[in-house]
């Protein structure tokens, strides 16, 4: 496989959030280097989190493992335990079923990056910690409902 161009790989903003949390995500991008790579296993992403943006609504997954690597800047963990600043070289790990939330910000006033890797699988639910709000990812759609299985309006 040839060194992946990241100069020339398309950049995603925005969010598969529902309309009333996806404006939460505003200043997140990211860059696919896992699909650029014809990757299926795993997926590869680099995020990038302007000041003040975060990465995601803090969240676990049933089914899919998540690790992550401060590659630029310093961002903000924000877990079931609390804040832990982390710095570039810095990486944490959130196994499939551990039902602690998480999600990265960026409390500074630099860009900051990380690099994340995850497992694809062929389904998945995923729970909101802060909100009613679960997703289940049928193959082609996320599916977005409170956690009783109700709309999400």
């Known amino acids: 496989m040839p060194k992946i161009d990241v100069t020339k790989l398309a950049v995603k903003t925005g969010s598969s959030y529902p309309a009333l949390y996806s404006k939460e995500m505003e200043g997140r991008s990211q ?3 896992g699909d650029a790579g014809g990757l299926s296993q795993f997926g590869v992403n680099i995020v990038t989190l302007s000041p003040g943006a975060k990465s995601s609504l803090r969240h676990w997954h049933e089914e899919q493992d998540e690790f992550a690597m401060i590659t630029e800047g310093r961002l ?3 877990d079931d335990t609390g804040k ?6 810095d990486s944490a790990a ?3 079923g551990d039902a602690n939330g998480h999600h990265f910000v960026n409390e500074t006033s630099e860009i900051a990056r990380f690099l994340v890797v995850g497992t694809r699988t062929e389904t998945e639910t995923g729970y909101y910690s802060d ?6 990812f ?3 759609t996320f599916n977005f409902t409170r956690n009783d299985g109700s709309p999400v309006e």
């Not at 832990?84 to 070289?89: A, D, F, Q, S, Y």
């Not at 909100?131 to 289940?136: A, P």
Request: net charge negative; charged share 20%; no cysteine.
């Open 76 to 78: 903000t963990l924000i």
């Open 138 to 140: 049928d193959g082609e």
């Open 31 to 33: 860059i696919a280097l």
């Open 131 to 136: 909100i009613d709000m679960m997703v289940r």
């Open 94 to 96: 959130f196994p499939a």
């Open 84 to 89: 832990t600043v982390m710095e570039v070289g």
